[in-house]
């Protein structure tokens, strides 16, 4: 009878191992070794001597860390059937993995600050388990989100990635936030002006990196960290890969082929039947806000075609920054606006944004220096290296290729003091009667009939500007 029970034991062991093991035999779960397939984008390392740009590697995601930021500067990871289930949601708690030393942040840092505690590899991703949850709720996997954003079409551009999972895909996928809307947590927290997502689609298979071709789908995002967006589709804010390149200094998608790479980075995705579509959240806010937080004036008595620079900033080490204003009496896509630099009187551009997003009517958007003062950065919309500039380079602006304004004189170099002896170590704001720009980038210069002059380091009038033609 032993001999029978053992036999008829082992049978059901076999019955129970085997028919577990065929339970969805083609779901995989996310290792850590899938969140960088795609690349590294700004080569972190996990190394405390690289304070902002900090490696942390874990089975639910990849993350460069800011210490000084107090977040992430992206986070990378892959999604695939397996790494969904019904895992409740966790708990936020600071990160102590860490270096010893630096500051961890606290759930209680975002405690009355109106942003939210927003998840960059979202809770919904990592539901296999608990244990697998847990870890998109450290305070390193989190920066701080206007609810709009993040409860509107933030939320609805995390679900249609589920959704696109459940249709048979597999994803990777790299998020961060760009530029500043100041900070949090005395200092501690910096408030990105923006948050951008990046999403390569693939159909369920292996030997990821070798079926991206040039016909693969990339969603490219980025989206304004404001109010009154919640009841916008996500879709208002595609851009591509290249933009997104230039607004953060990264290089995405860098273990792709650079010919395919040249391609899918260029496109915006274009599907106009995505399958399956997400449910944006109804709300009762519909109004879009300025790329700013803070309203500003109408213009009035005139209107012109396109943007055109504002505010130039000149000041003291790296505290320089450039503002465009939008006069053109409507919301206009940044989409095809690109500034470049010429430097030391160059006749050949030594630095270019391609600009992405949308300006009101009124509204201002700036471009800072990276290394400027935290009271400029706290005005900047993004950073970048085109905001590099001394007093006698010229800046130009265009759009789909066509110069719209111009500062300074391509092709002159006027010596370090400037055109005029007003572009160094100065502050220029455009007279409140121009209202268009200076399309010939080879005129000669003359600050003061377009400009007035401010000492340096003066930043009280970015962030606004009007015009007044009467």
């Known amino acids: 009878m032993k001999d029978h029970r053992l036999i008829t034991l082992l049978a059901l062991f076999v019955i129970i191992f085997a028919g577990a093991s065929m339970v969805h035999p083609l779901e995989a779960k996310t290792v850590s070794s899938d969140n960088l397939v795609l690349g590294n984008p700004s080569g972190a390392v996990t190394s405390s001597s690289y304070p902002t740009n900090y490696l942390i590697q874990r089975n639910q995601y990849a993350l460069s860390y800011h210490r000084d930021n107090g977040i992430a500067n992206w986070v990378s990871w892959h999604l695939d059937s397996g790494d969904i289930g019904s895992a409740s949601r966790s708990d936020f708690q600071s990160d102590s993995s860490l270096p010893s030393g630096w500051y961890r942040v606290a759930t209680g840092d975002y405690s009355g600050s109106g942003y939210d505690r927003g998840h960059m590899t979202p809770s919904g991703d990592r539901t296999s388990s608990s244990s697998d949850n847990q870890p998109t709720f450290f305070m390193t996997n989190i920066i701080p989100q206007a609810p709009d954003n993040n409860q509107g079409p933030w939320v609805d551009l995390e679900t249609y990635a589920r959704e696109l999972v459940s249709a048979g895909n597999e994803l990777y996928m790299i998020t961060g936030g760009a530029g500043s809307r100041g900070t949090i947590a005395n200092g501690k927290v910096r408030i990105p002006n923006s948050t951008w997502k990046i999403i390569v689609v693939l159909s369920q298979g292996s030997n990821d990196l070798s079926r991206i071709s040039n016909n693969t789908r990339v969603i490219a995002i980025n989206m304004p960290n404001v109010q009154g967006i919640r009841d916008n589709d996500w879709r208002d804010y595609l851009t591509t890969v290249d933009a997104l390149e230039s607004l953060t200094g990264y290089n995405f998608l860098s273990n792709v082929s650079t010919s395919i790479q040249s391609v899918i980075e260029a496109r915006i995705d274009g599907s106009t039947t995505p399958v399956p579509t997400a449910v944006p959240t109804s709300v009762s806010n519909p109004t879009a806000t300025p790329v700013r937080t803070a309203t500003p004036p109408p213009s009035t008595g005139c209107s012109s075609t396109r943007l055109f620079f504002s505010e130039y900033v000149e000041g003291s080490g790296s505290n320089k920054a450039l503002e465009l204003y939008n006069n053109t009496g409507s919301s206009v896509s940044l989409s095809g606006y690109s500034i470049q630099l010429y430097a030391n009187g160059a006749t050949n551009a030594t630095s270019s944004v391609n600009l992405s997003g949308s300006l009101a009517n009124g509204a201002t958007y700036v471009i800072a220096n990276a290394s400027a003062s935290s009271s400029l950065l706290n005005l900047?919309?993004?950073?970048?290296?085109?905001?590099?500039?001394?007093?006698?380079?010229?800046?130009?602006?265009?759009?789909?290729?066509?110069?719209?304004?111009?500062?300074?004189?391509?092709?002159?170099?006027?010596?370090?003091?400037?055109?005029?002896?007003?572009?160094?170590?100065?502050?220029?704001?455009?007279?409140?009667?121009?209202?268009?720009?200076?399309?010939?980038?080879?005129?000669?210069?003359?600050?003061s009939s377009a400009w007035d002059a401010y000492s340096s380091d003066t930043f009280s009038g970015l962030g606004s500007h009007s015009v007044s033609c009467q």
């Open 380 to 447: 900047a919309n993004i950073t970048n290296g085109v905001a590099n500039f001394n007093g006698n380079d010229a800046l130009v602006l265009t759009y789909n290729g066509t110069v719209v304004d111009s500062f300074g004189q391509v092709g002159n170099d006027p010596g370090s003091s400037g055109w005029s002896g007003l572009t160094s170590d100065r502050t220029l704001r455009r007279k409140a009667n121009i209202a268009s720009g200076d399309t010939n980038r080879s005129d000669s210069f003359s600050p």
